[in-house]
């Protein structure tokens, strides 16, 4: 049997998508339970993508989400819907990005987080923690790290469970 040869760069990306896969995987395991613990997205619509596939990532592990592509309906008046929607949900996910620092909306569902005191975390899209203005004080996550925060968002939502009961 003839071995396999790898270069150090490609095993480097296969552990690391190795460690990706197991912290899904374990993410999962910690919020296994139905949860009502939900997580408002805020985007500019220029990366409605990310944000559907990081709505897919935390639904994957147990939890709902709030994003404008699949909670904002035509007819809707925006400022109502997106203040209820922000105030049904436990904590604010905010992706930083060129685009969203220039969005009205981003700034408007943050100043309403912040009224309701809801947790806002944000992630960081090619972007430095410099450019978010009010939310320097607050602990953000690299896209590239989504992982550590699906962690700890289990984490927060099995907590949320547990003094629910």
Not at 90 to 95: A, D, G, P, R, W
Request: without cysteine.
């Amino acid at each position: 049997m003839a071995k396999r040869v790898t270069s150090p760069k490609s095993a480097k990306r296969a552990k690391e998508q190795t460690t990706k896969k197991s912290a899904t995987r374990k993410a999962k395991q910690q919020s296994a339970a139905p949860s009502t613990y939900k997580v408002f997205i805020s985007h500019s619509s220029k990366e409605s993508w990310i944000a559907r596939q990081i709505s897919k990532e935390i639904n994957g592990i147990g939890l709902k989400t709030w994003v404008d592509d699949t909670d904002l309906h035509g007819g809707d008046e925006i400022e109502s819907t997106i203040k209820n929607g922000i105030h049904d949900t436990q904590e604010v996910l905010v992706i930083v990005s060129t685009n969203s620092v220039m969005s009205q909306w981003v700034f408007y569902e943050v100043a309403i987080a912040k009224v309701e005191k809801k947790r806002v975390t944000p992630i960081l899209n090619n972007v430095g923690s410099d450019v978010i203005g009010p939310l320097k004080s607050i602990k953000n996550y690299d896209l590239n790290d989504f992982d550590k925060f699906l962690l700890e968002l289990a984490k927060r939502a099995g907590q949320n469970k547990e003094t629910k009961k």
